[in-house]
């Protein structure tokens, strides 16, 4: 849902960590607060913050364990949440978790291999345009050049509408027979590249770190301005060199790397303080790096005045 409505954009989204009902639950907090300008409540003369766990019924109270009902106030206006944005955005479902209504998002849960994963694409771009055949010449594993026949063109529906593809994550992926995980996170960017150039649709990757940035060398040569880099998942697959930009978050608030300050802003001040930064682009210029304060229940980040460059 953009500010401008005038945009027309669809999203398909690889989901494999968190389910939609979950994602719903989740988002629901950021429309009490820009909606209704709630974001807590009291119980018993102890306040608590409206979140994904208190409007599933999982909030325990702070003392005696026991869960905490929402109120008929909030049931009403989680309702609304629902039926004015909720389904906008992920659609409608009935019981059976079969899609009733159309929203911006389409969801995918079953984990598919690469290969699945661009078979669904395909499809997508099929019900939004027309593929083009015909023949091309290629170089064949010998470098001669021979005619191949395939795909050579796209031409979509409505050339003004924007299609965004998300993985969340690329580590839980369905591996490629005889693939391990970096191979088989290599072939999806293989895809990602082939239906980006012909379709022009947008791919978004998540990926934790599976490397520590917390070593000493490294601690003791950035000081204050240590951030991941693409380098702390290059053993991961091509993933930064196939990236147009290449965004990390970090959390220099962790208690193991002993920090007062960042970017010299000084992070004892702000418990919730998280970082944000540009490591690799194609198009601007880079590092850049937006410190703020993370709420992570009502899904919003508040930018602090910009660290310094370093």
Same mark, same amino acid.
């Given at each position: 849902?953009? $500010?401008?409505?005038?945009?027309d954009?669809e999203?398909?989204y690889?989901?494999?960590?968190?389910?939609?009902? %979950?994602?719903e639950f989740?988002?629901? +907090?950021?429309?009490?607060?820009t909606?209704y300008?709630?974001?807590?409540? &009291?119980y018993?003369d #102890?306040k608590?913050?409206?979140?994904?766990n208190y409007?599933l019924?999982?909030?325990?109270? #702070?003392?005696?364990?026991?869960l905490?009902? @929402?109120?008929?106030?909030?049931?009403?206006m989680?309702?609304?949440?629902?039926n /004015?944005?909720?389904?906008k955005?992920?659609?409608?479902?009935?019981s059976?978790? $079969?899609?009733?209504?159309?929203?911006?998002?389409?969801?995918?849960?079953?984990?598919?291999?690469?290969?699945?994963?661009?078979?669904i694409?395909?499809?997508?771009a099929?019900?939004n345009?027309?593929l083009?055949?015909?023949? &091309?010449?290629?170089?064949?594993?010998q470098?001669?050049?021979?005619?191949?026949?395939?795909?050579?063109?796209?031409k979509?529906?409505?050339?003004?509408?924007?299609h965004i593809?998300?993985?969340d994550?690329? %580590? #839980?992926?369905?591996?490629?027979?005889?693939m391990?995980?970096?191979?088989?996170?290599?072939?999806?960017l293989?895809?990602?590249?082939?239906l980006?150039?012909?379709?022009?649709?947008t791919? @978004?990757n998540?990926?934790?770190?599976?490397?520590?940035?917390?070593?000493? /060398?490294?601690? #003791?040569?950035?000081?204050?301005?240590?951030?991941?880099?693409?380098?702390?998942?290059?053993?991961?697959?091509?993933?930064?060199?196939?990236s147009?930009y290449? *965004?990390t978050?970090?959390?220099?608030? /962790?208690?193991?790397?002993k920090?007062e $300050?960042?970017?010299?802003i000084?992070?004892?001040?702000?418990?919730?303080?998280?970082?944000?930064h540009?490591?690799?682009?194609?198009? &601007?210029?880079? +590092?850049f790096? *937006?410190?703020?304060?993370?709420?992570?229940?009502?899904?919003?980040f508040?930018?602090? +005045?910009? +660290?310094?460059? $370093?």
């Amino acid at each position: 849902m953009t $500010k401008d409505s005038s945009i027309d954009i669809e999203w398909l989204y690889f989901s494999y960590e968190i389910s939609r009902v %979950r994602k719903e639950f989740k988002l629901a +907090p950021y429309f009490f607060k820009t909606i209704y300008n709630i974001r807590g409540f &009291t119980y018993k003369d #102890k306040k608590y913050r409206i979140c994904s766990n208190y409007l599933l019924g999982r909030l325990k109270d #702070k003392e005696t364990g026991e869960l905490i009902k @929402v109120s008929p106030e909030h049931k009403e206006m989680l309702k609304t949440i629902y039926n /004015d944005y909720l389904v906008k955005i992920f659609g409608e479902y009935n019981s059976f978790g $079969k899609q009733v209504k159309k929203g911006k998002v389409s969801f995918y849960e079953k984990r598919e291999t690469p290969t699945g994963i661009a078979k669904i694409i395909r499809e997508y771009a099929k019900q939004n345009g027309t593929l083009i055949y015909g023949t &091309t010449k290629v170089k064949n594993t010998q470098g001669q050049m021979v005619e191949k026949n395939g795909v050579i063109a796209y031409k979509p529906n409505n050339p003004d509408k924007h299609h965004i593809i998300i993985i969340d994550h690329l %580590r #839980k992926l369905k591996h490629e027979r005889g693939m391990d995980e970096r191979l088989t996170i290599n072939k999806i960017l293989e895809y990602e590249v082939e239906l980006r150039n012909l379709c022009r649709f947008t791919f @978004v990757n998540i990926i934790h770190l599976n490397r520590s940035i917390g070593s000493i /060398d490294r601690m #003791k040569f950035a000081e204050d301005s240590i951030y991941p880099t693409g380098d702390d998942f290059k053993s991961s697959g091509n993933i930064s060199e196939e990236s147009d930009y290449v *965004i990390t978050l970090f959390n220099p608030r /962790d208690e193991k790397f002993k920090l007062e $300050k960042h970017f010299g802003i000084d992070i004892t001040k702000y418990p919730n303080y998280r970082s944000i930064h540009l490591v690799e682009s194609r198009d &601007t210029d880079c +590092p850049f790096h *937006i410190g703020g304060i993370i709420d992570a229940e009502a899904n919003m980040f508040n930018e602090l +005045p910009k +660290p310094k460059t $370093k």
